[in-house]
């Protein structure tokens, strides 16, 4: 069974740039589309963007439009995340999750996920 595991979550301020990655054990992520969400205590896990299996199309959410970046490497069997000009509201723990199917597109509903990493946290001060 595949894991995922979130690397590059830390504090950083008003502004800075982190780069997360999501690295894939026991399967590929070849064939299947990527997605990251992210989470705050109490609250739902919310989409952050997603890239299709070919890695050619992708899909933000609009808080992170312009900012973020998502992408992945099948050669490495990795995702990640590129974050600039990160806000305080982006402090959160951030997943990484695999598409249920293969050849699928970005998606931003989590229930088209499969299977998750444990997380990474960010945490942006101001």
């Known amino acids: 069974q595949i894991q995922l595991v979130e690397y590059g979550g830390e504090s950083v301020q008003t502004g800075g740039s982190l780069r997360l990655s999501c690295v894939a054990s026991?399967?590929?992520?070849?064939?299947?589309?990527m997605g990251w969400f992210r989470q705050l205590p109490g609250k739902e896990r919310e989409f952050v963007a997603a890239v299709a299996w070919r890695g050619g199309s992708t899909k933000h959410a609009v808080n992170a439009l312009g900012r973020f970046v998502v992408s992945k490497d099948d050669e490495k069997n990795t995702a990640y995340l590129q974050m600039d000009n990160l806000r305080p509201e982006d402090t959160a723990m951030y997943y990484c999750?695999?598409?249920?199917?293969?050849?699928?597109?970005?998606?931003?509903?989590?229930?088209?996920?499969?299977?998750w990493g444990q997380g990474t946290q960010v945490t942006v001060s101001s």
């Open positions: 999750a695999r598409s249920r199917s293969a050849y699928d597109g970005p998606a931003s509903n989590s229930r088209d996920y499969r299977y």
């Open positions: 026991g399967g590929t992520i070849s064939y299947y589309a």
